[in-house]
């Protein structure tokens, strides 16, 4: 089992940056993969970015590329998402997930994912 709890969102303006947090408890060495999805308003749940922490590959929505960045602590416990340069668009509250077991063409669907923390809200102000 896996417990995953989201952190450090919260207003920014346009243009600015936040740094989300997902701590993760239980078994997370060896094949993990943590991912990132955002769910605006009104809308489906999506995509944001994913990453394996155990041979640092990753994969970018193409509406963040260039703008997020995912990593991990050393100690593999804390998961991160750097956002920079937000848009209004980019209001929507970021879930984070992970999977042992999830190959790297599902990392999209959601429904692939085993564990999920409970969300954080970003709003971005203009």
């Known amino acids: 089992q896996v417990q995953l709890v989201e952190a450090g969102g919260g207003l920014v303006q346009v243009g600015g940056s936040l740094r989300l947090s997902c701590a993760a408890s239980?078994?997370?060495?060896?094949?993990?993969?943590m991912a990132w999805f955002r769910q605006a308003p009104g809308k489906a749940r999506e995509f944001v970015v994913a990453?394996?922490?155990?041979?640092?590959?990753?994969a970018y929505a193409d509406s963040v590329k260039g703008r997020f960045s995912i990593s991990r602590d050393n100690a593999k416990t804390t998961g991160y998402l750097q956002m920079s340069s937000l848009k209004p668009e980019d209001t929507a509250t970021y879930y984070c997930?992970?999977?042992?077991?999830?190959?790297?063409?599902?990392?999209?669907?959601?429904?692939?994912?085993?564990?999920w923390g409970r969300g954080t809200q970003v709003t971005v102000s203009s």
């Open positions: 997930a992970a999977d042992r077991t999830i190959i790297r063409s599902s990392w999209y669907t959601e429904s692939q994912y085993d564990y």
């Open positions: 239980g078994r997370t060495s060896g094949r993990f993969v």
């Open positions: 990453g394996n922490w155990q041979d640092g590959s990753t």
